[in-house]
């Protein structure tokens, strides 16, 4: 069992930048497939951003492509979420998640995560 914990959310104004991290309890986090996702009211969850075991290669939907960054620390055992020029529209709240493979083709389906943290929530003021 992995335990993925969020951490970093808050209230910004647009145009601003926030960080998430999850931190994980496994010592192979670099091992998983990691994602983060969210979800605004009355809205389904979407992913936003992913990264493959290792480090590797990183997909993002369209709406945060150029002011999102994924990446990895695998000595810390976390995954993080830099976010730049934010928009209100990226009010929702956030949640990561792992699992020990995840098809490029279907990052950004939740169905095709195992682990998932509690969620931390973002709010863009305009």
């Known amino acids: 069992q992995v335990h993925l914990v969020e951490a970093g959310g808050g209230s910004v104004q647009a145009g601003g930048s926030l960080t998430l991290s999850c931190a994980a309890s496994?010592?192979?986090?670099?091992?998983?497939?990691s994602g983060w996702f969210r979800q605004a009211p009355g809205k389904e969850r979407e992913g936003v951003a992913h990264?493959?075991?290792?480090?590797?290669?990183?997909y993002y939907a369209d709406s945060v492509k150029g002011r999102f960054t994924i990446s990895r620390d695998n000595a810390k055992n976390t995954v993080y979420l830099q976010m730049n020029s934010l928009k209100p529209e990226d009010t929702a709240m956030y949640y990561c998640?792992?699992?020990?493979?995840?098809?490029?083709?279907?990052?950004?389906?939740?169905?095709?995560?195992?682990?998932w943290g509690q969620g931390t929530q973002v709010t863009v003021s305009s």
């Open positions: 990264i493959k075991a290792g480090g590797g290669a990183t």
């Open positions: 998640a792992a699992d020990t493979w995840v098809p490029t083709w279907s990052w950004a389906v939740q169905d095709g995560y195992k682990y």
């Open positions: 496994s010592d192979n986090y670099s091992d998983l497939y």
